[in-house]
């Protein structure tokens, strides 16, 4: 079955913690990405990544860490810096070749600061 | 910056209606339009997705229009049914096919 899976489904943190989001994808996709889910403002990019080893911020990046050691992997990390980390977390992945662009998303995983 | 608006916030239909869900756009330069649904609490499954050379896109009873000269797209939904109660996302996909999103309407499909 190929898809893409995301662990947690749920998290909580304490105050000043780190936490890292698991995202894998085994679509043999090229590009990956992290968003951010609000009530009532819709998605909102975070990081994506388009080659291994090479990762771009978004629109809201500040608190939050990436990295691409492997195509199938793009692990996010929440940092004590994030100051409204509580919300739904979505990765996404496309391929880069041919015409369509389609992003695919996983389950997402929803963290909660305690 | 790309900006995405979509109305209305929230639709409540009577099963078997037919209905139409919009979205607009303010930058007309998109790679394309990409549909989404999304049930509470998980993640988006896509449903249709409209390349900026085409006009509309179909599958079973979902039709998705594209209008880039106006900045806008249509989702009609035929027939409408009770599981078809989800939340609508549309996305269009700029450079780096990075999303800009809407807020969603949120619809309700009543017995």
Redesign the interface.
């Known amino acids: 079955d190929g898809g893409?899976t995301?662990s947690p489904k749920y998290l909580f943190r304490k105050e000043g913690q780190n936490v890292t989001l698991s995202c894998e994808q085994n679509l043999n996709h090229d590009?990956m990405?992290w968003?951010r889910q609000d009530p009532?403002?819709?998605?909102?990019?975070i990081y994506?990544s388009?080659i291994v080893n090479d990762f771009?911020k978004?629109d809201i990046a500040e608190g939050y860490s990436v990295s691409r050691e492997k195509k199938e992997s793009f692990p996010l990390t929440v940092t004590s810096a994030q100051k409204n980390p509580t919300a739904?977390y979505?990765c996404?992945s496309?391929r880069?070749a041919g015409?369509?662009?389609?992003?695919?998303?996983?389950?997402?995983t929803?963290l909660t600061v305690l | 910056k790309q900006e995405?608006t979509q109305i209305p916030a929230a639709l409540s239909v009577p099963e078997g209606e037919n209905l139409v869900l919009n979205c607009s756009f303010t930058d007309s330069a998109i790679?394309?339009l990409?549909w989404?649904r999304q049930d509470p609490?998980?993640?988006?499954?896509?449903l249709l997705?409209i390349?900026s050379s085409q006009r509309e896109q179909t599958s079973g009873r979902l039709n998705a229009s594209l209008d880039k000269s106006s900045g806008r797209s249509t989702l009609y939904i035929a027939a409408s049914q009770p599981g078809d109660s989800a939340t609508y996302?549309c996305?269009a996909?700029g450079t780096?096919?990075?999303?800009t999103?809407?807020?969603?309407t949120r619809l309700q499909v009543t017995l």
Do not use: H
């Not at chain 1, 009532?40 to 990019?45: A, I, K, W």
């Not at chain 2, 609490?41 to 896509?46: A, D, E, P, R, Y």
């Open positions: 893409i995301q590009a990405y968003y009532g403002q819709g998605l909102r990019l994506y388009q771009q978004g739904f979505l996404a496309r880069l015409d369509v662009n389609e992003q695919f998303f996983g389950p997402g929803r | 995405v790679y394309n990409q989404f609490g998980k993640g988006l499954t896509s997705l390349q996302l996305a996909t780096a096919s990075k999303l999103f809407g807020t969603g």
